[in-house]
């Protein structure tokens, strides 16, 4: 069956940084698109960024741009999020989630239970 | 980014049907559709439609969806305790070329 496990997730100081895995397993890695999404406590989802199938597109939102980047390793079957110069308003539980699609839609059929990130002093 | 809109919250009651609505523009939902997710507190969010109205295996067809125009709706009959939940939609927007989310309604069951 199709998971997601997301780790690397933790406390960390304003302005440092972080990366975030997924290990992937159940299905043909690089056959799909994958994204991060993030979700703040108690608020509700924010798209944070995707990767194609072959790497070769990404898409990030305009809040994380800049600083995010988004990465994957399909001899690993693993998804990257590095996390730079990170806020307080960058706390959250990162999920990453499958497209349905090689290439990139907004169907996101399979999530991972979440890493949290909290961004404190 | 702009999201898209959905009423934060709608109540009904037990076996009766809601309908929970999405409204973008024409460069997401009115493009591509929505797909419409169910998130129950402390779980990841399940996918419960997409394109409008394909439904993945497993999913009740008390959930369906539909798009008029902009503005896509999940309509969920015969409600049950076990649907209330937060509800979301997403689209794709093709001229941020970004994935957009709708705020949120949270269904509560009376």
């Known amino acids: 069956q199709v998971q997601l496990v997301e780790s690397g997730g933790g406390v960390v100081q304003p302005g440092r940084s972080l990366r975030l895995s997924c290990a992937a397993s159940?299905?043909?890695?690089?056959?799909?698109?994958l994204h991060w999404v993030r979700q703040a406590p108690g608020k509700g989802l924010e798209w944070v960024a995707v990767?194609?199938?072959?790497?070769?597109?990404?898409y990030y939102a305009d809040s994380v741009k800049g600083r995010f980047t988004i990465s994957r390793d399909s001899s690993k079957n693993t998804l990257y999020l590095q996390l730079n110069s990170l806020r307080a308003e960058d706390t959250a539980v990162y999920h990453c989630?499958?497209?349905?699609?090689?290439?990139?839609?907004?169907?996101?059929?399979?999530w991972g239970q979440g890493t949290l990130v909290t961004v404190s002093s | 980014q702009a999201g898209l809109t959905q009423p934060p919250s709608v109540s009904k009651g037990l076996r009766q049907t809601a309908t929970l609505t999405c409204t973008g523009n024409?460069?997401?939902?009115?493009?591509?559709?929505a797909a419409w997710l169910q998130q129950h507190q402390g779980h990841p969010p399940k996918l419960l439609s997409y394109?409008?109205?394909n439904r993945p295996s497993g999913i009740s067809e008390r959930f369906s969806a539909s798009r008029s125009g902009n503005t896509a709706s999940l309509t969920i009959t015969g409600l049950q305790p076990e649907d209330e939940a937060d509800y979301y939609c997403?689209?794709?927007?093709?001229?941020?070329?970004?994935?957009?989310f709708g705020g949120g309604t949270k269904l509560t069951v009376l």
């Open positions: 990767m194609s199938y072959d790497g070769s597109n990404k």
């Open positions: 159940g299905f043909t890695f690089s056959s799909y698109a």
């Open positions: 989630a499958r497209d349905l699609s090689v290439v990139v839609t907004a169907t996101l059929d399979y």
């Open positions: 997403s689209a794709w927007d093709s001229s941020l070329s970004a994935v957009v």
């Open positions: 394109r409008n109205n």
């Open positions: 024409s460069n997401n939902v009115g493009n591509q559709g």
